[in-house]
């Protein structure tokens, strides 16, 4: 895989929007980011009654049906930055602040009951799964295009490349450690 500059995916996303945002708009991670999201605020909610949690979920999978597909294609765009933390860094810092703006938004509009409750859930997940969508697309799942396979290919990739993540979490968590703290 050919690595990118942070400069040149940024420019990427400004001067070709067309190409990289809306034909590579990301269906896998749309469905799969309308499932999740969709049962964190239903389970959010369900304390305000199921009528309540059904609205937020149904609220939420519309939403995210229309958005993260982008999401996903600007999380692609950026799978070949190098260093990966570049990569992480940026994605971390465009996606969260207009995707949990628009929840937000709609969900008040909406009239969600458990709102802050929600969109504190939704944001604790986005920073889970921003780490692992770019991670997955760095090893060529959840992409979409040419150079994409089937959704069934990539769910079944899972676990190996789940094994993988947590082992270079875990290696960069001890680094981390090493160097606050040497000798832990």
């Known amino acids: 895989m050919s690595s990118d500059s942070l400069q040149s995916a940024l420019a990427a996303l400004v001067l070709r929007p067309r190409e990289t945002l809306f ?7 749309a469905v799969l980011s309308s499932l999740a999201r969709g049962g964190l605020f239903f389970l959010t909610n369900l304390p305000s009654g199921l009528g309540a949690a059904a609205g937020a979920l149904m609220t939420e999978f519309a939403l ?54 929600s969109i504190l859930a939704s944001a604790g997940f986005t920073v889970l799964s921003t780490a692992v969508n770019l991670h997955l697309m760095r090893k060529g799942l959840l992409v979409v295009g040419d150079e994409g396979r ?19 979490a875990d290696a960069a968590c001890r680094r981390l450690r090493w160097t606050i703290i040497p000798g832990l």
């Open 150 to 168: 089937s959704l069934l290919h990539d769910l079944g990739a899972l676990p190996r490349v789940a094994r993988e993540f947590l082992v270079s």
């Open 64 to 117: 995210r049906g229309a958005t993260s597909g982008f999401y996903g294609a600007v999380t692609q765009n950026f799978r070949r930055v190098e260093p990966p933390w570049c990569a992480f860094l940026a994605v971390f810092l465009l996606l969260p602040l207009g995707q949990h703006a628009l929840e937000f938004a709609v969900h008040l509009v909406r009239g969600t009951p458990r709102l802050g409750a």
């Open 23 to 29: 034909l590579r708009w990301n269906w896998k991670t």
